[in-house]
């Protein structure tokens, strides 16, 4: 069995009547690029809500990197090794984008008030390496020029990759990334998928939530498929494309059929 | 080259005025000691409102935590200076012990405040920060006969509203900065330097540590942290941000400054009483936070001159005297035109500039 960096099992989740997540079990290979798929409402999102520690599962449990992932607050799973990007945009706005990037790395540095009001050295040295690792993610997701601009200016599809760079600069063993396509034309999506490959080249492994079947078909090696809360399928991108219950899930609902548009 | 030429002239330019800023703010005292020692106490005043209005600016301009009840900060270190440097107690205990206390039990209250309400935004927050300021100054306004179970006798602690008088001055290296420093005997023949000017001196020296303070902690991991938070608190979760602990740092540093200005502010009066720390105080910390430019220090420190200055330009613009020689009359009593023009005053800022009047640039 290949390595495996991430488990899910059994993960059940309830909005009161509402059964978002329904014993789903999902395994995602090192370094791998895996997608998350389904219909509006499937519970996509609510998956990285719960692994992501913003909400308690209500039965199941999830591994990372071989050990139980037991959050008890939100913060915690950066620090874990997991960071991730919201359907959303969750930009800080007011900040520049180089702020954004720089606030990433506060999960892997220490500096406190005193070492800031004084400026000790040890500070000043920290201080100069976020900076520097900050700009290094920027010229990554080519956004260098707009280093000082703050990032509500920035246009839709560069807040998208500006978020990543966020995401990334948290050092994360795990990218959960939040249908980043969505809103960026045909040019945007091509650079988010080369961006995509080479996160997962550079170490990263990908969980990626996406509706642009094209993007996960060619990006993705492995997909699951979410409806109604259940795990209906499993499998390659080639798989998938044939099983008969996606292919009916995503008729039955507004979208358009899977195999159409890959 | 012609570029660079314009660039060293820039800089040039910007140093002159640098200087000339210093310059004024130096001999700005003198300048008010000859209009009157009154003058120079509403500089001190409005010193002590840069501090404040600073100390406020961690917390709702750069955290963006409301705090409406901030001047109960201010009221705890004035109680501290004045209740172990007067004769309440007849204690009489040095500035280098009771500036520390003071800012050390001020932030300790804000740690206090903050830990209830973690899970508080917005108007809730508000509404409960409100709260605590009124209880700290009902607490003051009460603690003169304060009873223990086992005894029927009250102890006076605050003195109760009457406030507390005949409070310690400040001492530097045995010089009692009230009395003002006689400087005759250099030959400068009667030039002599007020208590007020001396004070001046040493709030301007605090003013200028809390903006240095200020400035180093916004700009640090954990100034960006506190921006994080106030953009979007979920996401600065997601990147790891314990907001737990950064919001009481924000509380714990907003109060720490309050507390300092309120020990400078009971050296200097001579006298508190619980009237000097009510909401409306609050409330007025606060407006120079938000018409300055919230979470930007120039801006903060321009509306904290501003609105602690205005009042008083136009306590004197609105004299009787003044409408008498301009309309033959005095139309309208000066304390309402006062109040009158200084609501209009706000009223127009926040819908010409509702960022502020010097908000942070857009491009860095
Ligand atoms: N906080 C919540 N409270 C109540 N119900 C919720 C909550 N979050 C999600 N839900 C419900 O759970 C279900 C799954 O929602 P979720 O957002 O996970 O779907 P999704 O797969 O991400 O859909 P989309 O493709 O539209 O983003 C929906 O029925 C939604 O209404
Ligand atoms: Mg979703």
Known sequence: ?????????????????????????????????????????????????????????DEGKFLFDG?????????????????RTFQNIRLFGEMTVLENVMVGRHVRTKAGAFGAIFRTPSARREEAEIEQRAHELLAYIDLSKRAGDKSRTLAYGEQRRLEIARAL?????????????????????????????????????????????????????????????????????SQIQKDPAVIKAYLGGAHAEVGAKA | MAKLMQLKQDKRTQ??????????????????????????RILNVTLLYVMLALGLNVVVGVAGLLDLGYVAFYAVGAYTWSLLASAHFNLHYPFWVLLPLGACLAALAGLMLGAPVLKLRGDYLAIVTLGFGEIVRI?????????????????????????????????LFGLDL??????????????????????????????????????????????????????????AKAMGINTRNIKLAAFGFGALTGGLAGGLFASMQGFVSPESFGLLESIMILAMVVLGGMGHIPGVILGAVLLSAMPEVIRYAADENVQQKIFGVVLIAPEVLRNLIFSLALILIMLFKPQGLWPSPEKK
């Open chain 1, 1 to 57: 069995m290949a390595d495996m960096l991430f488990t899910a099992e059994g993960v059940t989740k309830r909005f009161g009547g509402v059964t978002a997540l329904d014993n789903v079990s999902m395994q995602i290979p090192r370094g791998s690029i895996f997608g998350l798929i389904g219909p509006n409402g499937a519970g996509k999102t609510t998956f990285f809500n719960t692994l992501t520690g913003l909400y308690q599962v």
């Open chain 2, 178 to 235: 009230r009395k003002g420093l006689d400087v005759s005997g250099f030959n400068v023949s009667g030039f002599n330097v007020s208590g007020l000017q001396l004070y001046y001196f040493v709030f301007l020296a605090f003013a200028i540590l809390s903006v240095i303070g200020v400035y180093r902690l916004q700009h640090s991991r954990l100034g960006r942290a506190w921006q994080a938070l106030r953009e979007d608190e979920i996401a």
């Open chain 1, 169 to 237: 600069a948290t050092d994360p063993k795990m990218v959960a990334l939040d249908e980043p396509a969505a809103g960026m034309n045909a040019t945007e999506t091509v650079t988010l998928r080369t961006l995509i490959e080479r996160i997962a080249n550079d170490g990263t492994t990908v969980m990626l939530i996406e509706h642009d079947m094209r993007l996960v078909m060619n990006v993705c090696q492995h997909i699951v498929v979410l409806d109604y809360g259940k795990k209906i399928a499993d499998g390659t991108p």
């Open chain 2, 15 to 40: 140093m002159v005025w640098f200087v000339a800023l210093g310059v004024l703010i130096l001999i700005l005292p003198f300048l008010a000691g000859m209009l009157g020692q009154a003058w120079v």
């Open chain 1, 67 to 83: 050990k139980p992932l037991n959050v008890k607050a939100p913060h915690e799973v950066a620090q874990v090794g997991i960071a």
């Open chain 2, 139 to 171: 607490l003051m306004n009460n603690f003169d006969k304060v009873g223990l179970p086992w005894s029927d006798e009250t102890y006076n602690i605050t003195n109760g509203p009457r406030g507390i008088t005949g409070i310690d001055g400040l001492n």
